[in-house]
């Protein structure tokens, strides 16, 4: 690695060659000056320390260099120098931190580090100096001297926050184990100790803040402030069956009883109306609390009940009890009083409303009612037509409630905001109605899937802009970021009732009920849409598979080059012994510090029955004599009826570098204690290493090396029962379905095989044109498989239907005996189907459904942590927009560094019947000149095009 030193006025100029334990400054006409790199205490002194990531921070008087090893440990490199000269170059421990790919120190003082794998972390500098009389030690080897040093804990780093990454993803599922109806997706993530389960929910996290009980379940909650010019809530008014409790908001939240609100009767509605007068609306009337505590009243006639009611800070509307849904509307004077300007009776039922807010502190325009007749209606407040019918719109179902709402619909969020009329119907589904500012007319309606419960809708603001909550048997947040309007679940308990909430202690979170408690909560981090709850494991987990009766998973992990448990606690015991006397080593987690490192071939590998639920191990099968696993798979045997045998294959002493072993081994075990635990039966030494297992017709179907074999179980090992070795190279996956396998080859693609149980023979009858290096693969169904190779691109082979109805109607078998191979391989060929270019090595695939009652999608992880879909598209009028919209989008909006868009989904193959939904989806971050002329080219309007764009998102994914 070569670091530029800063040079003329700066520094000293010239570069730092950071090689093999040692640091070299060079520069012109100037000889070499070198220093050796600070060693671990307890790392081999023949070992070698290499120099992986540095960072430079350079202020007008001083530069140093931040440097890490590939132990995670950092040094600060400092030059003495005079003018132009070097005379020494200072390296000193400064702390240890988890291995990066980059690290950047900002002028702030905060270190981010980005990490290799797993949570990249931001720091804050609380020193750059060694601390007076740390520790070291002093080392002689081959006629050098080292300088050695014990690890520590942080003391010159405080971590601040960290950001979360699944990298490298190895494997997932996707389940329903919470019963949530939306599947949680369990990805096996992480290298080494910093391995995990992360459990990933489809919400926001939810930070709580504060949790208190009720004496009653509440009816709804409010927030208000005593001045339009504060800049935090004064109340939290909760009105309950049948009183009203407020409690004052400060350092604490304490009930108070003289904010001159009636607390003897359930309320309705509050606001702040005007610029300091307090609005409740209660059954019995409007009480109207004045700065300074006059209390002005209004009842409504012949001794009627208010039963809804709705406010902003100038306008009040109210509907009085009885079937002909009788509106009074209020408006406030200059003087601070509310006068009647109008009332109505609509002719039916009126089961919801709602005011538009106060716009640029001119008074609203319209507001909205919900009746029994299953319509909505945009009312005017203007003068000349108060209360008069704007607009309607026919709903499926009876509305539950509705909201009026700005929000932004561009790029900032301090532009023209557009009023949006939401509706929560009763059936669990929420419209979105764009409502013309001048006419009330309704246009763009959109829907989304809430939940099982009728939808309640309350206003809220996130990140200072008008917001919403839709309350089902999951709760939503609707906010505007990034451009996008955004709808994502909470990641929380079911909530009733919200209302926005600012105080010195939480200056934007959300008051909510939920049962009879009150909640105050935060959400931080609105781009992470996915909630993620992360176990820890041991080892980097390689393979997982799933108990179909218990839902526990079966997690194999192993590492190369690290000790097992007992070697490791051998050599703990005896650098014990070396050091008696002297102080203890403290213990360090391995997750920072790394494990001790072991010779290569050398392995540790365990076997894990995981519950998903909780996280918790229920049994751990730790392998001893470096034996590492490598694949796993559930078989019912024939004759052992439905019971669920564990088969593992392990491989002995492997050198990950020169590919070398000393056997393989094929483990049985059996599920004991209710599948909590594991019974180990017995194991069967192979020549081969075995990367792929799967039940096959009641017996095992192992792939080891370029062969293909059959077991059945035994009593005391597996019993060979056929054989094929007619593959390539290796054999890394096998798919089955009825009596057709197809095995995934390490450089071959896949192949396709047939088995006749009648010869008990197995036959190879198609392959592909094209070698790839598989990483994964997916059955999509009988004939036709998706598959991903190690340079980021993803297929779709296909076997032609008269070859798979060829094969399978052949009931002698003599055509696949006697077939002749093409272009040395298979007598058949597959087809191509799709190719697509991801971008990142492919970890995982599956064929699985995010949404219940839609089709299926392939879902696929990556090395780098990322998650993807591939969506089959229904109709053909949906593949041609999607296409021409791709085809402008490319010309319109082409990548930052100015490549070819069809070129880099075209890196290896082609790009082939695919469409590239992330580049169709920035058309939302497109110049409005730039949208209107794309739509016109697709005969739509703006707002159809995003319409659509959302749609296939959100009925089809999350």
């Not at 093999?20 to 790392?43: C, G, L, M, W």
């Not at 909650?221 to 009203?244: C, G, H, M, Q």
């Not at 409740?280 to 809804?308: A, F, S, T, Y």
């Not at 695919?914 to 703006?942: H, M, N, W, Y």
Request: hydrophobic share 40%; with cysteine.
């Amino acid at each position: 690695m070569l670091i530029s030193v800063p040079g003329s006025e700066d520094g000293p100029g010239g570069v730092l060659v950071c090689a093999e334990n040692f640091i070299y400054f060079k520069n012109q006409d100037h000889e070499d000056v070198v220093a050796s790199i600070p060693r671990r205490k307890d790392t081999p002194i023949d070992e070698p320390i290499l120099i992986v990531t540095c960072a430079t921070h350079k202020q007008k008087d001083l530069f140093f260099f931040l440097l890490q090893s590939e132990f995670g440990d950092l040094y600060k490199v400092k030059l003495n120098y005079t003018g132009q000269k070097v005379t020494d170059i200072d390296i000193q421990y400064f702390d240890t931190v988890p291995v990066s790919s980059s690290m950047v120190v900002l002028r702030t003082g905060f270190l981010f580090v980005a990490a290799e794998f797993g949570n990249h972390a931001l720091y804050q500098f609380l020193g750059l100096e060694q601390e007076e009389g740390e520790q070291l030690w002093e080392a002689e080897h081959e006629g050098k001297k080292w300088t050695l040093f014990q690890p520590r804990p942080l003391k010159n780093l405080l971590q601040i926050d960290e950001l979360k990454s699944l990298s490298p993803l190895v494997d997932f599922k996707v389940m329903d184990l919470c019963r949530e109806d939306t599947p949680q997706i369990y990805s096996f993530c992480g290298r080494g100790p910093r391995s995990s389960l992360r459990v990933l929910r489809h919400g926001l996290a939810v930070a709580e803040m504060a949790v208190s009980g009720l004496p009653a379940n509440p009816n709804a909650v409010w927030t208000v402030k005593r001045n339009a010019s504060d800049e935090f809530d004064k109340y939290i008014v909760v009105s309950l069956p049948s009183a009203t409790l407020v409690l004052a908001v400060g350092e604490t939240v304490e009930e108070v009883t003289d904010s001159g609100f009636l607390g003897t009767t359930t309320t309705l509605a509050v606001s702040l109306i005007g610029q300091d007068s307090l609005l409740q609306i209660h059954p019995n009337g409007i009480r109207l609390v004045r700065n300074d505590k006059r209390i002005h009243e209004w009842q409504p006639p012949g001794k009627r009940h208010i039963v809804l009611a709705a406010a902003n800070q100038q306008q009040v509307v109210i509907c009085l009890a009885g079937s002909t849904g009788e509106l009074f509307y209020f408006e406030l004077d200059a003087t601070g009083q509310l006068n009647e300007i109008e009332r109505r009776e609509m002719g039916h039922d009126i089961v919801c409303l709602d005011i538009a807010p106060v716009s640029q502190g001119q008074r609203a325009r319209f507001m909205a009612i919900g009746d029994e007749n299953n319509t909505v209606r945009v009312l005017s407040l203007q003068p000349e037509m108060c209360l008069q019918q704007v607009s309607v719109q026919a709903i499926p179902t009876s509305p539950a409630s509705v909201s009026l709402v700005e929000m932004p619909t561009g790029g900032r969020a301090d532009e023209v905001q557009t009023l949006f009329l939401n509706v929560g119907l009763n059936n669990g589904i929420m419209l979105r109605t764009v409502v013309d500012s001048v006419s009330g007319e309704l246009s763009d309606t959109r829907t989304r899937f809430v939940g099982a419960r009728p939808v309640r809708l309350h206003k809220i603001r996130v990140r200072g802009v008008a917001g919403l909550m839709a309350m089902s048997s999951r709760s939503w947040l609707c906010y505007h970021y990034q451009a996008v309007f955004q709808m994502t679940p909470l990641s929380y308990v079911p909530l009733e009732y919200a209302a926005p909430f600012a105080s010195q202690q939480c200056p934007e979170g959300i008051v909510a009920v939920s049962g009879n408690t009150l909640r105050i909560v935060t959400v931080e981090r609105l781009a992470d849409v996915f909630n993620q709850q992360e176990f820890p494991l041991k080892y980097t987990p390689h393979k997982v598979v799933v108990h179909p009766q218990t839902n526990y998973f079966i997690v194999i992990e192993a590492d190369h080059a690290t000790w097992d448990p007992q070697r490791k606690a051998q050599l703990k015991a005896e650098r014990l012994a070396d050091t008696e006397g002297a102080e203890p080593e403290p213990d360090l987690p391995e997750a920072t510090f790394g494990a001790y490192r072991a010779p290569p071939g050398m392995w540790a590998s365990c076997i894990r029955v995981l519950d998903g639920l909780d996280g918790k191990t229920h049994h751990l099968v730790e392998l001893s004599d470096s034996e590492a696993a490598f694949s796993v798979c559930l078989c019912p045997f024939h004759d052992r009826g439905d019971e669920l045998f564990l088969c593992v294959g392990t491989v002995k002493e492997l050198n990950m570098h020169t590919r070398a072993f000393t056997c393989g081994f094929l483990h049985v075990y059996r599920f004991i204690d209710g599948g909590k635990r594991l019974e180990f039966m017995h194991k069967t030494q192979v020549e081969l290493m075995p990367l792929a297992l799967t039940a096959f017709q009641g017996r095992l179907l192992v792939g080891m090396g370029p062969a293909l074999r059959i077991y059945d179980l035994g009593k005391k090992k597996l019993l060979r029962k056929c054989e094929t070795k007619a593959f390539p190279n290796q054999i890394t996956q096998l798919h089955t379905m009825g009596d057709r396998v197809v095995v995934g080859d390490i450089t071959e693609s896949f192949l396709y095989v047939k088995y006749k149980r009648q010869e008990n023979k197995l036959y190879i009858f198609a392959d592909d044109t094209v070698p790839r290096w598989l990483t994964c693969g997916a059955m999509v169904d009988y004939d036709t498989m998706v598959g991903a190779d190690k340079f980021g691109s993803v297929f779709v082979a296909r076997l032609p239907t008269e070859v798979s109805d060829e094969v399978d109607d052949d009931p002698t078998g003599s055509a696949l005996t006697f077939d002749k191979g093409t272009l040395n391989g298979a007598p058949h060929k597959l087809q191509q189907a799709i190719q697509f270019y991801v971008g990142d090595t492919i970890t995982s695939l599956t064929k699985t459904t995010l949404v219940p009652g839609v089709p299926e999608c392939i879902l696929y992880g990556t090395t780098m942590g990322a998650l993807g879909a591939f969506i089959p598209f229904l109709s053909r009028e949906d593949v041609d927009f999607f296409q021409h919209l791709e085809m402008y989008m490319r010309a319109e909006h082409p990548p930052l560094c100015g490549r070819d868009h069809m070129a880099f989904r075209s890196f290896y193959f082609p790009v082939k019947d695919v469409v590239d939904g992330d580049l169709c989806e920035q058309f939302s971050v497109l110049e409005p000149s730039k949208q209107r002329a794309i739509a016109q080219e697709l005969d739509r309007t703006p707002s159809e095009v995003l319409k659509k764009l959302e749609d296939i998102r959100h009925t089809r994914l999350f």
